[in-house]
């Protein structure tokens, strides 16, 4: 009877262990889950301020961006103090290596913009802000390559993918900040200020797209379970002066024995604001194999920068 409790004892300590590794683990994921979304909506505002977006004056410019980096040191005192299971001790240290780049990006960006809007040396602080947007792409690689794998192989292995969702994300929106030519254009948007753009300037550009929850990236391939209730959201931002009407968005599927593809049209999009569309998959992706995911949103009419309307995606489909 003695040997008998004895062996419930240790199976009953063993489950409570179990249990709270299982919660600990769970926790974790949702906490970096819930940074990673901070920083992404603090990368959609400052985007959006350096397109020339909303109301803000040149001079506005530099306090706002300098708010930002008060944002992100705030982060990265969380990103610290976050309670990593063992397993997952590397994994945060690669997620303060990530908001560390997002940090100083943010603190040299700040430091530079008076002169990149001012008339006296803007060719080369417009320079020094180009190389300086590798900060943010550095952080990204960080991110998709160290910290969602190895959070997400850790939840895999205490059988917990379903318990806790964490999406990978871009602090970087697109690959042509990293060109001083596209920048130039922007700084020069912003410098003219609200007031000079023209009341019929118009313009669409694709934000954040998703596949089966997954948010898909430029930089680095993304897994996708192919659930028989797969489908794409696509985030379309109105960028104009005017509202858009009738916007088409299309999602395509390369690398497998047949191209796939769907399309959608949004009724309307605000001035300045945003729409997401879901586009389900009527036909299976192939799976198993490496694939190219490609997005586009029709032009508006008129619309002078046509560069962000597209892009492609790396992704792999698994599955469900």
Same mark, same amino acid.
């Given at each position: 009877?003695?040997?008998?409790?004895?062996?419930?004892?240790?199976?009953?300590?063993?489950?409570?262990?179990?249990?709270?590794?299982?919660?600990?683990m769970?926790?974790?994921?949702?906490?970096?889950?819930a940074v990673s979304v901070e920083s992404f909506q603090q990368s959609r505002s400052l985007f959006e301020l350096l397109r020339g977006g909303g109301e803000k004056q040149? @001079?506005?410019?530099?306090?706002?961006?300098?708010?930002?980096?008060?944002?992100?040191?705030?982060?990265?005192?969380?990103?610290?103090?976050?309670?990593?299971?063992?397993?997952?001790?590397?994994?945060?240290?690669?997620?303060?290596?990530a908001l560390e780049f997002r940090r100083d990006g943010l603190a040299r960006l700040a430091a530079?913009?008076?002169?990149?809007?001012?008339?006296?040396?803007?060719?080369?602080a417009t320079a020094r802000i180009t190389r300086n947007m590798r900060n943010f792409l550095a952080s990204d690689v960080l991110y998709a390559q160290r910290v969602a794998p190895e959070v997400r192989a850790g939840l895999r292995q205490r059988d917990l993918s379903g318990e806790a969702s964490l999406s990978a994300r871009e602090f970087l929106p697109a690959i042509d900040w990293l060109q001083e030519s596209k920048v130039?254009?922007?700084?020069?948007?912003?410098?003219?200020?609200?007031? %000079?753009?023209?009341?019929?300037?118009?313009?669409?550009?694709?934000?954040?797209?998703?596949?089966?929850?997954?948010t898909l990236t430029e930089s680095s391939p993304v897994e996708v379970t192919a659930g028989q209730d797969l489908a794409f959201s696509v985030q379309v931002q109105n960028d104009g002066a005017v509202p858009e009407e009738d916007v088409k968005a299309t999602v395509s599927i390369a690398g497998g024995p047949a191209?796939?593809?769907? %399309?959608?049209?949004? %009724?309307?999009?605000?001035?300045?604001?945003?729409e997401t569309v879901t586009l389900p998959l009527a036909d299976n992706p192939p799976t198993g194999r490496p694939v190219t995911v490609g997005v586009r949103v029709d032009s508006a009419e008129g619309e002078?920068?046509?560069?962000?309307?597209?892009?492609?995606?790396?992704?792999?489909? @698994?599955p469900g």
């Open positions: 009877m003695g040997l008998v409790l004895l062996v419930l004892l240790v199976i009953g300590t063993r489950g409570c262990l179990n249990a709270r590794q299982d919660w600990a769970s926790e974790y994921a949702r906490d970096v889950d040149a @001079v506005e410019v530099q306090s706002t961006v300098n708010g930002f980096r008060a944002q992100a040191d705030l982060l990265l005192d969380r990103a610290r103090g976050l309670e990593a299971p063992d397993s997952l001790g590397s994994a945060n240290r690669f997620l303060v290596y530079e913009l008076p002169t990149a809007l001012g008339e006296e040396g803007r060719d080369a130039s254009e922007r700084l020069d948007a912003l410098r003219e200020g609200p007031g %000079e753009v023209g009341a019929g300037a118009r313009g669409l550009a694709l934000g954040v797209v998703t596949a089966g929850g997954e191209s796939l593809a769907v %399309e959608r049209t949004l %009724e309307s999009i605000p001035a300045g604001g945003s002078g920068r046509t560069d962000d309307n597209e892009s492609s995606y790396p992704a792999t489909f @698994v």
